[in-house]
């Protein structure tokens, strides 16, 4: 069965050792406001804790090595910037450095990436890299944002709302601000058509849903299913990358 390395921590004997073989773990987040009460490494927080876990568990039934790298805590937050506290890298450059990230592995042998992403902003800048390095790099590529884990439960993961509120209390707890009610906020909204305008996030505070409503016992509940669906499709990848 598999094991598991973390990239950062072994020296380059050891990652020449499996990195022909192994699926390489590399989560990306964002630096970014997430209203007044969440900190801004929320995202980065949440993927790297998710996919860090998720390894663990599924490291003694994957048929491979899983290499974890170190997580990318930088994202495609542009929209964010107007709020103060965001460092952004323009949907270009973020392309570029997960290009860069796969050109590193697979001149070194390596032959399987698998990117676990926790930010809304990176979703297409991941999908659009993952088919073209794939092509150039001869590299099987895999992507998945991590709330993806949880679709069955229809759960929208928002910003700073209740969701990453919850799970941020079980991550991060002693990062978490206090939070005060509000009304639900209006949102104009067009079936089916993504809206991209700082008009709506302003007027929405930066901040999406309820997050009074988070708790850290459903944060512990949201965490632990979304762990062990990624845990199953990592073993999964290992079986067909």
Not at 172 to 194: C, F, H, I, T, W
Request: aromatic share 6%.
């Amino acid at each position: 069965m598999g094991a598991l390395l973390r990239w950062a921590e072994a020296d380059r004997a050891t990652v020449r050792g499996v990195l022909s073989e192994a699926l390489v773990l590399v989560s990306i987040g964002a630096t970014e406001q997430h209203g007044p009460h969440l900190p801004t490494g929320t995202d980065a927080f949440l993927a790297a804790a998710v996919c860090e876990r998720a390894a663990e568990i599924a490291a003694p039934q994957a048929e491979r090595a899983l290499l974890l790298a170190p997580p990318i805590p930088y994202g495609a937050s542009d929209h964010h910037l107007p709020f103060n506290g965001t460092l952004s890298l323009s949907a270009q450059t973020l392309l570029h450095v997960l290009d860069d990230l796969a050109r590193s592995i697979a001149v070194q042998g390596g032959k399987r990436m698998v990117v676990v992403n926790g930010h809304g902003g990176n979703v297409g800048v991941c999908h659009a890299f993952a088919g073209a390095a794939s092509t150039r790099h001869g590299l099987a590529v895999a992507h998945t944002d991590y709330w993806r884990a949880l679709e069955a439960e229809d759960i929208v993961p928002g910003h700073a709302g209740e969701f990453e509120t919850s799970m941020m209390l079980a991550v991060r707890g002693e990062l978490v601000q206090e939070r005060a009610n509000r009304e639900k906020p209006q949102q104009n909204r067009v079936s089916d058509v993504d809206i991209h305008s700082g008009q709506v996030w302003r007027e929405i505070d930066g901040y999406t849903d309820q997050p009074a409503l988070a708790t850290e016992s459903q944060g512990h509940r949201w965490f632990e299913r979304i762990t062990n669906g990624l845990a199953d499709r990592f073993v999964a990848l290992a079986k067909v990358l």
